[in-house]
T-cell receptor, first 114, second 114 residues
Framework: DTAVSQTPKYLVTQMGNDKSIKCEQN?????MYWYKQDSKKFLKIMFS???????INETVPNRFSPKSPDKAHLNLHINSLELGDSAVYFC?????????????FGQGTRLTVV | AQTVTQSQPEMSVQEAETVTLSCTYD???????LFWYKQPPSRQMILVIR??????QNATENRFSVNFQKAAKSFSLKISDSQLGDAAMYFC???????????FGTGTRLTIIP
């Protein structure tokens, strides 16, 4: 009964490949996110969706394309992977209402590009 | 743009002692939220405590409490009776009211000395 689950947990792939990371939340939240944590542990938002609509897109290369088939799912597809894409990618969700503001995170996907 | 600063890359504390982690932030907004997240070696991001800027009372959660100084834009986390399980990276985070984006600090690595 994991609240926010991501698959896979680990992903090792070669440069130039295309890969996807899947995320699902069973909390009934309206808003979902992708965050990237680099090798220095710095966390930065990439995208946010509210009810399947893109609301935040933070200067991320076009090779990254999020897709939200419904409000419980937010997948991240990455084309033409580069060495610099190696990082931990976190999916998160939140209600987005004034009194219920915290984000719940998945366990992260460690992506290694070789 | 909002920024969050954690000036202590690493901290250590004896088990059962008290430790305070510092966080300052910069914003021109008057209504916002502040959070402390914990990231143990398992990589999971866990919410420790949150504070609404419109509340003057400092938030507390069991052994965790904050010192929120709105005028000084300071939001420190105090951990009392430190336990071995408290060892983790701690991230301070900021969110505008009405904005879904979390802005994180660079984190403080906390070590508990038995």
């Amino acid at each position: 009964d994991t609240a926010v689950s991501q698959t896979p947990k680990y992903l090792v792939t070669q440069m130039g490949n295309d890969k996807s990371i899947k995320c699902e939340q069973n909390l009934g939240h309206d808003t979902m996110y992708w965050y990237k944590q680099d090798s220095k542990k710095f966390l930065k938002i990439m995208f946010s969706y509210n009810n399947k609509e893109l609301i935040i897109n933070e200067t991320v290369p076009n090779r990254f394309s999020p897709k939200s088939p419904d409000k419980a799912h937010l997948n991240l597809h990455i084309n033409s992977l580069e060495l610099g894409d190696s990082a931990v990618y976190f999916c998160a969700s939140s209600h987005g209402y004034r009194d219920r503001t915290e984000a719940f995170f998945g366990q992260g996907t460690r992506l290694t590009v070789v | 743009a909002q920024t969050v600063t954690q000036s202590q890359p690493e901290m250590s504390v004896q088990e059962a002692e008290t430790v305070t982690l510092s966080c300052t932030y910069d914003t021109s907004e008057s209504d916002y939220y502040l959070f402390w997240y914990k990231q143990p070696p398992s990589r999971q991001m866990i919410l420790v405590i949150r504070q609404e800027a419109y509340k003057q009372q400092n938030a507390t959660e069991n052994r965790f409490s904050v010192n929120f100084q709105k005028a000084a834009k300071s939001f420190s986390l105090k951990i009392s009776d430190s336990q071995l399980g408290d060892a983790a990276m701690y991230f301070c985070a900021y969110r505008d009211f009405g904005n879904e984006k979390l802005t994180f600090g660079t984190g403080t690595r906390l070590t508990i000395i038995p």
